[in-house]
């Protein structure tokens, strides 16, 4: 009996917990009355309703940093909201969230991932405000293929402390300032592709930035 009291117990504490951490649709009809600022970051979990309200409000920064996983139909409704959306406390993201989220068309941060598909890759170098990518410690030459095409004016990638040859010539490509603020090492191959990028490498020209890793 003690045990089975003990269980019930624990699963009550943990429904409890997870009412705190969740927000649903009543908390996001009340937090968009704020039409400067949403800041929800304490919230690790969304209902999908939840996310079709706040996409509603007029907010010109919607702040969800604390959510530690987001499905598809939840990153749909999200994608619709027109200020910028801060989702930075996701490591990772599915293909189908990622392929919503491109469609956003506001300032998007993803700092917090860690992984990133190539189909994933693809669907957010779409997304012209992306901002942050700082999580990622790797990136596959074809994922740096796909975020060579994005259209932003910056592509923040300063968690990537090594880059191949593929994926640095990819990146060469990329239109805007990019920062790989991160990296420690990088072949002369590698550094010969970036020093021909166009456009800024953290902020200096291309050529300027990759004579450091010359050998």
């Known amino acids: 009996m003690d045990q089975r009291l003990d269980l019930v117990s624990r ?5 409890q917990s997870n009412a705190l951490d ?3 649709a009543e908390m996001a009809r ?5 039409y400067a600022s949403v800041d929800l970051s304490k919230f690790k979990f969304i209902d999908d309703d939840a996310a079709e309200a706040l996409a509603r409000s007029k907010s010109f920064f919607l ?16 994608a619709q909201h027109e200020g910028a959306l801060s989702l930075s406390g996701l490591t990772s993201l599915s293909d189908g969230a990622a392929e919503a989220l491109s469609r956003h068309q506001g300032p998007l941060y993803l700092g917090g991932l860690t992984s990133l598909s190539d189909a994933a ?3 957010l170098s779409r997304q012209q405000g992306l901002r942050s990518l700082n999580g990622l410690t790797s990136l596959s030459d ?5 975020l060579s095409r994005h259209q932003g004016n910056r592509l923040i990638l300063n968690g990537l402390t090594s880059l191949s040859d593929g994926a640095a010539e990819a990146l060469s490509r990329h239109q805007g300032n990019l920062l790989l603020n991160g990296l420690t090492s990088l072949s002369d191959a590698a550094a010969s592709f970036l020093a021909k990028k166009k456009g800024k490498i953290s902020d200096k020209p291309a050529a300027e930035w990759a004579s450091k890793f010359r050998r």
């Open 63 to 78: 702040r969800l940093s604390g959510l530690t996983s987001l499905n598809d139909a939840a990153a749909e409704a999200l």
């Open 142 to 146: 074809a994922a740096a293929e796909a």
């Open 22 to 24: 969740r927000i649903d």
């Open 121 to 123: 890759a693809e669907a």
């Open 30 to 34: 009340r937090s968009i009355m704020d």
């Open 11 to 15: 699963l009550l504490s943990e429904i």
